[in-house]
């Protein structure tokens, strides 16, 4: 009877079956894997591995959210009073002519139900984008297809693929296990549990067995904390047992920015502002009038001036509150997104593109952060000799050369048994695959291990050939706290049972100080002898030699074994080892690293190094890329962990380099920084890396050689794994504060001015608001909107890396945001005061009717609009004249102020528009007028620009 594929639609209890079963009824090789047609074939059949998405919230929740917005109840508030006192002049017939009754009532309505569904458009973009740009830092996942390991996307996976799983990695599918070395796993996503679960493959369990008791299968979205397994996927996409509960999915976090939680408190605050203003006036001027006249209060409150007064704070109230400004900021956040990705680095959490304007610090790997990762050996020592390797790259040609030697050539092998045996170690104790793809040399796995294989293969040494020799039988994993591995393997010896050789052997290799502490004998010759005092301090200086050069140095080890030792046992394993040698490989640092080190440094931003290598070659790669200045201290691992939390803050301000440190004192590390007030970026690409990038302000994720768990926990992914990247991001993160600040000075400074401007109305005795509500909101929305959304997408003006961060806890009108807001208000009242009594008393001289004696109201509302476009251009510097800057850098302003310009004419010139928004004809003298005022404003903030840089060559000239 020949095994049946399970149809897609059945459920197979795979825990209960034995592993080959599992293989048998997958029909698939546990060392071939599926072949690529089968692969599509199951694809077709399965589909892609993909949970259809629990949408985090539903379109419903963010509709419904835009509606609860304070400004835009406060608007649903005037449009409801303005139908009421529309109603009652309807009712007493003072309607005029060709008015349309409610016409602002339903102009507000409408302008609060596009304005909701753009702010509901606007944020499930936002949310899909973020999701999406997550997407883009899916997995992959190593499996073996056509008997060769790729690595695929997660998506691509189907029932019957062979995967490889390792510490780090977030389990794609669910999958039965086949082979497994010290296989933890994590399973909080699934079941809740934080502590992980040890998984063994040689058991078929009861079929009632609990799903957190289910320890031959691995589950999809379960972290790997420690070991390795291959597992042959059972189920994919909505057909595992987190597709069952795919609400449960993390959801997307599109929390909001520090700033915009401000921006809401702000809002807030100016809502209630407007409240109470709106009280004032009308009570007070009710109040006033009636004092004045000497009238019943009820009488005035209910006759025409209540009225008046009513309209004049419903206009002052729909002008304090900068109604586009929301939209506005999540726009520019969006778009600095998008600009950073350009750029490489993917956003995951959205207030991060702010806090990277302030971050003051950042620390980072070493290994493939500052460096390029790509590892040539270039030395290797053995008790014998000391040899100089040649080649280039990953390509295993090239041979070994003596040291000191007179250039005599190459040495053979063969004849140094001491060499064969370390590179046997180096291709045994490792997990890496050196292939040939297209003509290149390419590792897959640990860039470390690939160049092993590849000073390996110089001696002819291939790893499928030896590993089929000596199979591993067990093996201790690396980590970054064990800075060490080990593999058990049987030795081609074991043929010949009974010969008097011991059967298995262990080969060690690690950070080179630990392998020797645990070494008590050296192979010289083709034979171990007890390892001497002297032979030490060699091996040692040796290591700093080439540590000092930069070098990363490996040291390795081996040990006969008679048994093969429990995954428990690694503390005594690893120990009583024969040293067999060092090797020295180069990993160059990338070449635009030490330029983005000095943009640091202009802007006030430190660069620390953080690595797990020795310390000489964390110092001499430091000096060479300017983090660390010759003499500088550089803290080990072991140094911190005698320091106190108290002491460490004081050290962590002068040292910029630490070597030999743990994932857990990179956690330290950020918080003794977070207590000296530096906002932290930290970076990180392993399991343990998780907490201290969740501590960090910014954590950085690497989003080549980064595992799942790490990912996950950041705010950031480095798509190219560059320390210049996050300069980058930090580069945009202060272009889009800037320009945050810049617009809110901008809208704000404009808003102020309209509510002077109406204030000053009645005050000045002048009858009648000057500008209806719906006038305001057109104001606030389109006129200042378009603009301001303009001068979002404003470029880096060259200074943003010369000046230190800023405070992320300063207020939003700190750096003199506020008073230039309120000095800017002021002008451009007083421009339109000015303009607004010298129009009103020439329309009451040139005209009789009193439609055209209203123009002067219309004309204000114009010198406002305008006003606010030089402003616009001005404004896109606060050193540099307008003249001075490059109009084509920022087209959009000039676009967005001739589009504005125009609509605004329009409104003017058109008879339906100038029906609907109630202005007035104006002639070309009126017109000018208008002009001529508003342009005093772009006169004034160039002025001001003038006034600053001479009060600066003053101060220089004086100080
Ligand atoms: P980093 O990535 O900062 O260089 P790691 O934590 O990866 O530091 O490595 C720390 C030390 O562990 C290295 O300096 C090296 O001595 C050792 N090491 C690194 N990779 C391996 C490996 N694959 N096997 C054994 N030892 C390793
Ligand atoms: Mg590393």
């Known amino acids: 009877m020949t095994a049946q594929p399970p149809l897609p639609n059945q459920v197979t209890l795979w825990h209960t079956l034995e592993a080959d079963k599992a293989l048998e009824l997958l029909q698939t090789d546990r060392q071939l894997g599926l072949t690529s047609d089968q692969a599509a074939a199951q694809l077709e059949r399965y589909g892609s591995n993909e949970l259809v998405e629990a949408q985090g919230r539903s379109a419903w929740n963010i509709l419904f959210d835009q509606f609860t917005n304070i400004m835009l109840l406060l608007l649903i508030a005037v449009a ?34 596009l304005n909701g569904l753009l702010g509901y458009l606007q944020e499930s973009k936002a949310e899909k984008d973020l999701a999406a740009l997550k997407q883009m830092a899916s997995s ?23 995967m490889l799983l390792e510490a780090g990695v977030q389990v794609a599918a669910d999958a039965r296990l086949i082979e497994a070395a010290n296989l933890q796993v994590r399973e909080a996503a699934l079941t809740g549990e934080a502590q992980a679960v040890s998984k063994q493959v040689a058991v078929a369990l009861p079929d009632d067995t609990p799903l957190g008791d289910r320890v031959n299968l691995v589950f999809q979205g379960t972290e790997v904390v420690n070991g390795r397994a291959t597992a042959i996927v059972t189920n994919t996409g909505m057909k595992t047992e987190l597709g069952r509960i795919a609400t449960m999915l993390q959801e997307v976090e599109s929390e909001p920015t520090p700033l915009q939680q401000r921006m809401d408190q702000l809002s807030q605050a100016l809502v209630t502002g407007a409240l109470t203003l709106v009280g004032l006036v009308v009570f007070g001027g009710i109040g006033y009038a009636a004092w004045r006249t000497g009238e019943n209060l009820l009488k005035v409150a209910l006759g025409p001036t209540g009225k008046e007064f009513l309209e004049v704070s419903l206009s002052m109230a729909v002008a304090i509150v900068p109604e586009g400004l929301p939209a506005v900021i999540t726009v520019t956040l969006a778009l600095g997104t998008q600009r950073m990705v350009k750029r490489h680095a993917l956003i995951r959490k959205l207030p991060a593109v702010e806090t990277l304007g302030s971050v003051t610090t950042i620390c980072s790997d070493k290994t493939g952060t500052l460096t390029q990762n790509k590892m040539v050996v270039q030395l290797v020592h053995t008790s014998h000799s000391a040899l100089r390797v040649t080649g280039e790259g990953y390509d295993p040609a090239g041979e070994f050369q003596p040291l000191n030697g007179d250039g005599a050539g190459a040495i053979a092998p063969s004849h140094h048994p001491e060499l064969l045996n370390l590179l046997t170690a180096c291709t045994l104790c490792n997990d890496a695959i050196l292939q040939k793809e297209q003509g290149d040399w390419v590792i897959l796995g640990d860039p470390t291990e690939g160049a092993l294989l590849s000073v390996a293969g110089k001696a002819g040494f291939q790893k499928d050939q030896w590993t089929n020799e000596m199979p591993r039988l067990a093996e201790f994993p690396f980590s970054s706290e064990r800075k060490r591995m080990s593999v058990i393997v049987e030795t081609a010896a074991n043929a010949e049972a009974g010969s008097g050789v011991d059967r298995y052997m262990m080969f060690t290799k690690g950070s080179p100080e630990l392998i020797l502490e645990r070494c008590t004998q050296i192979q010289v010759g083709e034979a171990a002898q007890p390892i001497t005092a002297q032979q030490r301090q060699t091996i040692l200086e040796q290591n700093n030699q080439m540590a000092g050069r930069g070098l990363r140095v490996l040291g390795f080890a081996c040990k006969p074994l008679s048994a093969v030792p429990a995954e428990t046992d690694e503390e005594t394993a690893e120990q009583q080892l024969i040293w067999l040698g060092l090797v020295g490989m180069l990993d160059a640092p ?16 430190r660069p620390l190094m953080i690595t797990g290598d020795h310390q000489l070659t964390a110092q001499a790669v430091a000096e060479d890329l300017g983090i660390a200045y010759p003499g500088d201290r550089v803290l ?48 990180g690409d392993g399991v343990n890396d998780a907490p201290a990038l969740k501590q960090a302000d910014i954590g950085v994720a690497m989003g080549i050689t980064g595992t799942d768990v790490s990912k996950d926990a950041s705010d950031m992914v480095l798509l190219d794994d560059n320390f210049a990247t996050i300069v980058a991001a930090v580069e945009e993160g202060r272009v889009v504060y800037t320009n945050i600040r810049r617009f809110i000075k901008y809208i704000l400074g404009s808003n102020i001015g309209e509510l002077l401007t109406i204030g000053a109305a009645p005050l000045i005795g002048l009858g009648g608001v000057p500008l209806s509500p719906l006038q305001i909101l057109w104001m606030n929305l389109v006129t200042d909107g378009l603009p301001a959304l303009a001068l979002a997408v404003e470029p880096a003006e060259p200074n943003v890396m010369n000046r230190p961060p800023h405070d992320p806890q300063e207020s939003i009108f700190a750096r003199g945001l506020g008073s230039y807001m309120l000095r800017i208000g002021l002008i451009l009242s007083i421009l339109a005061i000015g303009l607004m009594t010298w129009s009103y008393s020439y329309t009451h001289t040139v005209y009789t009717d009193p439609a055209d004696q209203d123009r002067w ?79 005093l404003m772009f006169v004034w903030v160039e002025m001001e620009k003038i006034a600053l840089r001479l009060y600066v060559t003053w101060q220089k000239r004086k100080g």
Not at 140 to 162: C, F, N, Q, W
């Open 80 to 113: 409801i009073v303005s139908g009421i006192l529309d109603f009652v002049s309807w009712q007493a017939g003072d309607l005029k002519a060709n008015d349309v009754p409610f016409k602002d009532t339903i102009a507000i309505l409408a302008i609060v139900i």
């Open 140 to 162: 992959r996942v190593r499996v073996i297809r056509d008997g060769k390991t790729l690595e695929v996307d997660s998506r691509d996976l189907v029932p019957g693929d062979v």
């Open 590 to 605: 990338r070449p635009e690293v030490r330029g983005a080190v000095a943009r640091c440094r202009s802007a006030g931003i």
């Open 636 to 683: 080990t691992g072991r140094d911190l962990e005698k320091l106190s939390l108290a002491e460490l803050e004081q050290v962590v301000e002068e040292v910029s380099v630490y070597a030999r440190v743990a994932p857990e004192h990179k956690l330290r590390i950020v918080q003794a920084l977070q207590h000296r007030k530096q906002i932290v970026s930290m970076t």
């Open 857 to 935: 109201k219309t004309m204000v509302f114009t010198t406002l609009c305008l006003a606010q476009m030089g402003h616009a251009l001005a404004i896109r510097s606060n050193t540099r004249l307008t003249i001075e800057m490059n109009p084509m850098t920022n087209l959009y302003v000039w676009a967005s102020v001739v589009f504005t310009s125009l609509l605004q004419l329009a409104l003017i010139y058109v008879p339906f528009l100038r029906n609907f928004f109630g202005t007035h004809y104006l002639n070309m003298t009126e017109l000018g007028v208008c002009l001529g005022f508003s342009a």
